[in-house]
């Protein structure tokens, strides 16, 4: 009998596995620095916890200035900019569109790693099953990312791994329990509400939980203030892999069950009276499982003591946030803060593999203790932390050598200042300007010098931004003319938005979720000519992103930036202005969408044919039509 599975072989510089938050990063900031790039995720979505089948907000750092940037405050931008209301059908093709037109890159959704293949200690290739297609794929690469959140790549290539709670012992940490465990936070099944104009009944399913009272739900409820109901936790006592599906069905119940009590028994039953569900989720967004081994392990004394390593590639900066882990059985408060200082750095040595040659990992998955994982594993930390990995892997690629040998040294510092120069910051670090920046002179309204310093955000008692009114000018000026390619700007994107898309739907204004009002909408650059004249070379009216390179070429001494328009400030406010004498071009723009009658044009004329009975039928009705 002939078996109808089909089999694809496909080869890469790096491949990811898990397209979360973390995954998508890595995956752009690999493709974008060189390097031939696959991404393989188990789900018909990209986001992960934050996608819309768990609608899990992005958290991050606290404190002013402290939000993360580089490729997640370029897909929160978007995203304020295409989806100012917060839909998530919307929000799921920004994270789609980030993937699909980013140059280099090849997704594979759906589609899940079963296995892997190895060669001592280095893995050649991974199996994955892709559901939709019915197809087996072999991906074969140098290097290799997990970004899965479980760490199946430990599951298939013995990469070290651990899971639970150490014994407080072990690393000195008080936080921890006296004996090691394999007890892990717990999963939540997320609900999402809306307000409405009239009083919503709700008959809970018989399979449901039954509360009763206050004492059920204790340190949880006050009325529908509960916001996207992260308590509804459980499996922290089980496995949170291997019983997933166990743990989903009782989160059903549980869910349920709490809307009910919250509708037809709570003493506070009254301020829920015009409130629906709006949406329950089917997939339980997880916090814990198995943690990969790295150079370094990063503790809660390192988390405490403010993460100050010289190969720090990326930061935190949430409490020590440590759920119980029997969840909402648990009459106790549902997870303790422990302080953490914010922002704490985090080493490169936590984010590749202590035995597997060629292996990074970015996410919940890092080389951290329970203890540390329970600040490190919020999405917007897990972002950087792949941005951080995929820039690594593609500077492996580049300089054909594995990860550890860019723990130290030159390579290690050029990997720190690339991602610099892609708008992550590294706190304690200077980012170094352009070399043509540096030659020039600068001069205009305000403090133009600020743009040198190397500070692309707000520090403590610093602003670091220029300031102005639209109008007003900064120009670079040289001795000799110079050649230049293009622009490097980084505007005010507000960090103290945390650009969050929505846990309920309450009565609102359209439009909260709206792009900043202190970015700049609209700039132009001018060069002058030989004559002296004023040449306008490159123009932007709709600008949304934080982070901007600009492509133009010219010759000259003085070139000049005119902001137009903001987006709603009256005063100009940016971080980074520099003339660039090679351009890249890292962040692809959109292609434009063809028209259905180009689309139609690439179909062969006898496949847009009519069927043949219709044909047949209408050549009849002519036969039988009365001559005139």
């Keep these: 009998m002939k078996k109808l599975l089909h089999h694809q072989d496909h080869e890469f510089d790096v491949c990811v596995v898990g397209g979360g938050m973390a995954g998508m990063c890595a995956a752009i900031a690999s493709a974008r620095n060189g390097a031939k790039t696959a991404i393989v995720q188990d789900r018909p979505v990209f ?4 996608s819309s089948e768990v609608r899990m907000w992005i958290c991050g750092a606290h404190g002013a200035n402290n939000k993360e940037t580089g490729i997640l405050e370029e897909i929160q931008l978007e995203n304020q900019y295409r989806n100012p209301d917060g839909n998530y059908s919307i929000w799921d ?48 690469a140098r290097t290799f990312i997990d970004c899965s959140g479980d760490s199946i790549l430990a599951a298939v290539t013995g990469a070290e791994s651990r899971r639970g709670r150490e014994a407080r012992h072990e690393f000195d940490e008080d936080i921890e329990p006296s004996k090691a465990d394999g007890k892990t936070m717990g999963n939540t099944l997320l609900i999402q509400l809306r307000r409405t104009d009239t009083a919503q009944s709700f008959v809970a399913p018989r399979w449901a939980y039954k509360f009763e009272g206050p004492q059920d739900l204790p340190h949880r409820i006050n ?47 009254d301020k829920a ?35 100050h390593f010289a190969d720090i590639v990326a930061y935190g900066g949430w409490s020590m946030d440590d759920h119980h882990p029997a969840g909402i059985l648990y009459p106790g408060e549902p997870t303790i803060f422990h302080a953490a200082p914010s922002p704490y750095g985090i080493p490169y040595r936590s984010l590749y593999s202590r035995n597997i ?28 932390l792949g941005q951080a990995a995929g820039t690594a892997a593609a500077l492996c690629h580049r300089q054909g050598c594995d990860p550890r040998s860019l723990s ?70 040289w001795d000799i003319p110079m050649e230049i390619e293009g622009a490097r700007f980084v505007f005010d994107s507000n960090l103290q938005l945390h650009k969050r ?64 328009e903001t987006w709603g ?41 009519p069927p043949e009975g219709l044909i047949e039928k209408e050549n009849e009705k002519a036969r039988r039509r009365p001559a005139a």
């Design 501 to 564: 898309m929505p846990c309920t739907y309450p009565h609102r204004e359209a439009g909260t979720c709206a792009v900043p009002k202190s970015l700049v909408k609209a700039y132009r650059l001018e060069a002058q000519d030989a004559k002296g004249d004023w040449k306008i070379v490159f123009r932007e009216e709709e600008n949304h992103l934080r982070l901007v390179h600009v492509p133009f070429q010219v010759r000259t001494r003085t070139l000049r930036f005119v902001a137009e």
């Design 273 to 307: 009276e015009d409130w629906a569900i709006e949406w329950i989720g089917a997939l339980p967004g997880k916090r814990e499982n198995r943690r990969f081994v790295g150079d370094h392990v990063l503790t809660q004394n390192d988390v405490r003591a403010g993460g």
């Design 569 to 609: 400030d009256p005063e100009v406010r940016i971080f980074g202005f520099e003339p660039l004498s090679t351009f890249t071009g890292k962040i692809p723009p959109y292609p434009d969408g063809p028209t259905l009658t180009e689309v139609r044009s690439r179909v062969a004329p006898a496949d847009l044919a």
């Design 223 to 269: 009325g529908v203030s509960a916001h996207n109901f992260w308590w509804l936790e459980i499996g922290g006592l089980q496995d949170t892999i291997r019983d997933a599906e166990l743990i989903r069905d009782e989160l059903m119940r549980i869910g349920y069950g709490v809307w009910d009590y919250i509708k037809n028994r709570a003493p506070e039953r």
């Design 93 to 140: 093709s920004v994270l789609w569109g980030k993937i699909a037109y980013q140059s280099n890159l090849t997704s594979f959704l759906n589609c899940s790693c079963t296995d892997a293949e190895m060669d001592g200690a280095r893995i050649v290739g991974i199996k994955a099953w892709q559901l939709t297609t019915q197809t087996w794929h072999t991906i074969r």
């Design 408 to 477: 130290s040294g030159e390579r290690l510092q050029q990997l720190q200042a690339i991602l610099q120069e892609d708008d992550c910051w590294l706190p304690g670090k200077t980012r170094e300007v352009s070399s043509l920046a540096r030659k020039g002179h600068l001069s205009g309204t305000g403090e133009p010098a600020l743009l040198l310093k190397g500070h692309d955000r707000g520090s403590e008692g610093h602003e670091n931004s220029w300031r102005g009114n639209p109008g007003d000018a900064i120009e670079y000026r």
């Design 357 to 384: 040659e060629n292996l990074l990992f970015a996410g919940r998955n890092i080389s951290v203790t329970h203890a540390a994982l329970s600040s490190t594993r919020v999405m917007a930390t897990c972002a950087l």
């Design 47 to 50: 986001g992960g916890n934050a």
